[in-house]
């Protein structure tokens, strides 16, 4: 037999001629499969420039994987420093960025026993990639969430709240009426430390740097839950401790240089002072005597030491505390832009800019 024609690509039409000289047509309907938008960089570099749009299909679905549809991922200083190559966690490339994010399932492997089609799932690994609109991921590498948490809080819960939840867990037993005191007050990990300290009975001393509108900052930060709100400058010559506030036995640190020291220098006897970030990039200078003579202490903290480390039995009881305070409302997202996927580079161009100021947290929406 002959082939007489083809046409068209996805609607294939066969004629083919038999021996006899009669015809027979097949149409044969060819189904594109799923394509999936996403970023992806086979370098490390500047995100700007290293960061590419692809479109790629979307693989089989095995026994145990499961189709998400991303519903929105947050763009974290992590992903950035990750993406120049600058993380403890080198990823290899080609690589898709995204270390959390909140999705929809459309559809589930054969063997796949504990989610079902339509769950809201987040992430419970971090480097699967979550700056793309469709996924398959395997079924151990998601958490199915509440359908009543708000997705940017679900897409936002893996790293910022945790940390946030398990530096004021794990170095100094705080009761109610004690004091924490934190730089980068406004930063996504600082919205969540005052909250859920305001949820525990806990006060926090919030420290921001000063911005033309110093007064609006103060004022959203006081309508979460902080208890004071002070830039650098009036944190220098603050009354605050000298007009009865408890000296605070936990400081968090996330900028270092002159900020860390200006905490540490308000911190009680035996205080601990954790470094989980360094905004400013300058290193963290304390004072020699206040080992020696007041046995305070400076310690570091990594969420993803934490995660490698921890037994599962923790990791479930924290996320459940912290969706528990999210569905009550005690907790919300922190001050947020969302960005189009398509409109990805407004949302690098924000989160690599070194002076900071940028007001909000960037965050990629797949709707
Ligand atoms: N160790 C861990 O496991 C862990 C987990 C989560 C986050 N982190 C770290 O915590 C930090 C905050 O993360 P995030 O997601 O909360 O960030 P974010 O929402 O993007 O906030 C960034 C914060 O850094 C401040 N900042 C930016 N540039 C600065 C500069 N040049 N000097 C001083 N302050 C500057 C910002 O203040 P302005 O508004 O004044 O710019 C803001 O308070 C990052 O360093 C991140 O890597 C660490």
């Not at 970023?39 to 145990?64: C, I, M, N, W």
């Not at 305070?296 to 009881?317: I, L, Q, S």
Request: hydrophobic share 40%.
């Amino acid at each position: 037999m002959k082939i007489l024609s083809a046409i068209n690509a996805s609607r294939c039409v066969l004629t083919l001629l038999k021996p006899n000289k009669t015809s027979i047509i097949i149409r044969i309907t060819q189904q594109r499969n799923l394509m999936s938008k996403q970023l992806v960089y086979d370098q490390f570099g500047d995100p700007l420039h290293v960061v590419k749009f692809r479109e790629s299909e979307v693989p089989a679905l095995g026994p145990t994987d499961v189709l998400v549809r991303m519903l929105a991922a947050p763009v974290n200083p992590a992903d950035i420093n990750t993406i120049q190559g600058k993380y403890p966690v080198k990823v290899s490339l080609p690589s898709i960025p995204g270390n959390e994010g909140v999705g929809s399932v459309v559809d589930i492997g054969k063997n796949v026993k504990g989610i079902s089609k339509s769950s809201k799932v987040i992430l419970n690994r971090s480097l699967m990639g979550t700056w793309r609109d469709y996924a398959v991921l395997p079924e151990e590498s998601l958490l199915v969430v509440p359908d009543d948490l708000g997705n940017v809080e679900a897409a936002t819960i893996s790293v910022n709240p945790c940390t946030a939840y398990r530096m004021l867990m794990d170095f100094v037993p705080l009761q109610a009426g004690d004091v924490v005191i934190q730089n980068g007050g406004n930063s996504a990990c600082g919205q969540y430390v005052i909250q859920i300290c305001k949820a525990w009975g806990v006060k926090t001393v919030n420290i921001v740097r000063d911005r033309p509108d110093i007064a609006k900052l103060k004022e959203y930060l006081q309508n979460l839950g902080a208890t004071y709100v002070l830039t650098e400058e009036e944190l220098r010559s603050t009354q605050i401790f000298k007009d009865g506030l408890k000296k605070p036995l936990l400081a968090l640190n996330c900028v270092g240089g002159k900020s860390s020291s200006q905490l540490f220098r308000y911190l009680n006897d035996k205080g601990v002072m954790v470094t989980y970030g360094g905004m400013s990039r300058e290193p963290v200078i304390v004072p020699t005597s206040a080992f020696i003579f007041k046995d305070m202490k400076c310690e570091g903290f990594w969420m993803t030491a934490w995660n490698h480390a921890a037994p599962a039995t923790e990791k479930d009881k924290m996320i459940k505390d912290i969706i528990s305070l999210m569905v009550s409302k005690q907790v919300k997202a922190p001050i947020h832009k969302m960005i189009k996927f398509d409109n990805f580079e407004e949302a690098l161009k924000n989160a690599v800019s070194p002076q900071g100021f940028t007001g909000c947290k960037f965050i990629l929406d797949f709707c």
